[in-house]
């Protein structure tokens, strides 16, 4: 789990607020994902860089904005969230994301919205 | 569009027996991916295999893909109470092999 972190790891935030979510790779790997985790639910990927540039947006509302200032880091920044938005948001990283890649987990952003 | 399915959802198992969980797709795939997550935790690579493949091993792992029935099954032999975790299967899509579809999983217990 090393390989690639998150912070924080857990998050409470009223409906008003806004925070952002933090991911680091530090694999060299050249693609990041935001996947969604919610209760009773399969996995859900949201959104993926591949160097910094966007490459799927996975149909997720606005009041999600991802952000990747490099290949190494990625955002995911939220604002005016509903209840239903409680989960665990997962960042993942793969050696490239056009060629058939095991993907890289981080221990994931436990999110309560209030 | 959901795509992997697990199959059984809940299996428990003594320690020392072998635990197998089943996977089912729906669309053609270049690869099949079978990760385990601790609760509340993140996922874990476990092992891929490649369409044009039938049969991995990795460990105490044992994977096999069965392209014409659209399934796959992990064998964990020798189970150990560490192996207690959701397994979960994903695979990609033809023209989008980054795009993993996560199946709900199969939440294993392995009683010491």
């Known amino acids: 789990e090393t390989g690639v972190t998150q912070t924080p790891r857990h998050l409470v935030m009223g409906m008003t607020n806004k925070k952002s979510l933090k991911c680091e790779q530090h694999?060299?790997?050249?693609?990041m994902y935001w996947y969604k985790q919610s209760a009773k639910k399969p996995l859900e990927l949201m959104f993926v860089y591949s160097l910094e540039e966007r490459v799927e947006n996975n149909s997720v509302p606005s009041r999600f904005s991802p952000e990747c200032p490099n290949s190494s880091h990625l955002f995911l920044h939220l604002h005016t969230l509903q209840p239903e938005d409680s989960a665990l948001y997962l960042c993942?990283?793969?050696?490239?994301?056009?060629?058939?890649?095991?993907?890289?987990f981080g221990p994931g952003t436990r999110l309560t919205v209030t | 569009s959901q795509q992997g399915e697990e199959d059984p959802q809940a299996l428990s198992i003594q320690e020392g027996e072998n635990a197998t969980m089943n996977c089912s797709y729906k669309t053609s795939i270049n690869n099949l991916q079978w990760y385990r997550q601790n609760s509340g935790r993140g996922l874990v690579h476990l092992i891929l295999?490649?369409?044009?493949?039938r049969e991995k091993h990795s460990g105490r792992l044992r994977v096999t893909l069965d392209t014409s029935k659209k399934s796959s099954s992990l064998l964990i032999t020798a189970s150990r109470a560490a192996d207690t975790a959701s397994y979960f299967c994903a695979t990609d899509r033809m023209d989008s092999s980054y795009k993993l579809i996560f199946g709900s999983g199969t939440r294993l217990l392995v009683r010491p």
């Open positions: 694999l060299g790997h050249n693609a």
């Open positions: 295999i490649r369409s044009n493949e």
């Open positions: 993942a990283s793969s050696q490239d994301f056009q060629s058939i890649r095991a993907q890289y």
